[in-house]
């Protein structure tokens, strides 16, 4: 918006100078460290300056975490559009991915790549940009950054450095997949992609028998593994929704339990194909078991073990204050 008597140059020339042959940090930076070209220069025709304009009286740019579509480019909100058409450069988890929603609403921002191969990197010369001034949009290759997805170390960093963040909210899977898998919930446990393999898998799964929805990403080629290890883990009986290629032409939902899953996948070779989301249905609730007596636990260990080491071994069972038990240990061996 133009007030008074600016206007706008349309001429391509980088630097804004006042008696000063250094660029402004901002086109400095875009320049430098982001390779784009300049944009076009803004200023007032009567407008008298009295001092330099430096990267010191610049206000920070803002961090705008964008919501990209999963799969249809239509889902793209027009607000999404507006603020990477506005920012200064677009952060990309791949770049050739974002430019095919760029080139189809004639976008030219400048990309740069952002991922978990160079994410630290990165970020700090986005950060660098921020504090001059620039504007930097965040997006995932779908969907909204951050949720398994590259981004988060940037964010983390922005909040830190006193750098404004402000999100455009839009797709994200997760939520889809939810809405759509008809488990009546005031909420959902999301828990990415599981661990491919080892330790670290069978423990990621040992924590899924939960009392809410679950909500998982998966891979193709691993999509039938992770459904027979959710059957192990859970039984038969448990239902799943398992939603594949979301918002897409070959868009398929289907919720059934898990002792059926792997069938249904298998009946047909496309259905292992694409990209997974697997919501599974909520557990029951566990009843408390009954309280552990710590009188009953000391009087058992004392029949094996000292009087000092039955009360530290039945403080750490009980949580019952150890002098306390020790005292009463002693008492037991007069």
């Known amino acids: 918006m133009l007030l008074r008597d600016q206007v706008d140059f349309p001429m391509p020339a980088a630097p804004v100078t006042l008696n000063d042959t250094q660029p402004v940090a901002a086109e400095k930076l875009r320049a430098q460290i982001l390779r784009s070209r300049a944009g076009v220069v803004h200023g007032s025709l009567n407008e008298t300056h009295t001092g330099r304009l430096t990267s010191d009286c610049m206000s920070p740019g803002i961090l705008y975490v964008v919501a990209t579509p999963i799969g249809n480019l239509a889902d793209a909100s027009p607000r999404a559009l507006e603020a990477l058409r506005a920012a200064d450069v677009i952060a990309c988890e791949d770049t ?14 400048p990309t740069v790549a952002l991922h978990q191969h160079n994410e630290r990197r990165v970020a700090e010369k986005l950060l660098h940009a921020l504090r001059g001034g620039s504007d930097v949009a965040l997006v995932s290759d779908a969907g909204t950054p951050g949720l398994s997805d590259p981004g988060a170390l940037l964010v983390e960093q922005a909040h830190h450095a006193g750098i404004r963040v402000s999100p455009v909210p839009g797709p994200s899977a997760a939520a889809a997949a939810f809405s759509t898998s008809g488990f009546a919930a005031a909420g959902f446990l999301f828990a990415g992609f599981l661990p491919a393999a080892g330790s670290a898998r ?45 918002t897409k032409k070959f868009e398929e939902l289907a919720r059934l339990p898990l002792g059926e899953a792997r069938a249904w996948l298998e009946a047909d070779p496309h259905r292992v194909q694409g ?47 150890k002098n306390v038990l020790y005292r009463k240990a002693l008492a037991r061996a007069k």
């Open 275 to 321: 990209e997974f989301v697997l919501v599974v249905g909520p557990g029951k609730e566990k009843p408390a078991g009954p309280p552990i007596d710590p009188d009953a636990v000391l009087e058992a260990l004392l029949e094996v073990v000292a009087p000092s080491e039955a009360a530290r071994l039945a403080a750490r069972i009980t949580g019952t204050p």
């Open 202 to 246: 069978r423990k990621a799964l040992d924590m899924l028998d939960v009392s809410w929805p679950l909500v998982l990403y998966e891979a193709p080629h691993r999509v039938l593994k992770t459904v027979e290890d959710l059957l192990e883990r859970l039984g038969p009986e448990r239902e799943v929704a398992i939603a594949r290629e979301l």
């Open 96 to 109: 050739r991915v974002t430019r095919t929603l760029l080139a189809r609403n004639g976008i030219e921002t």
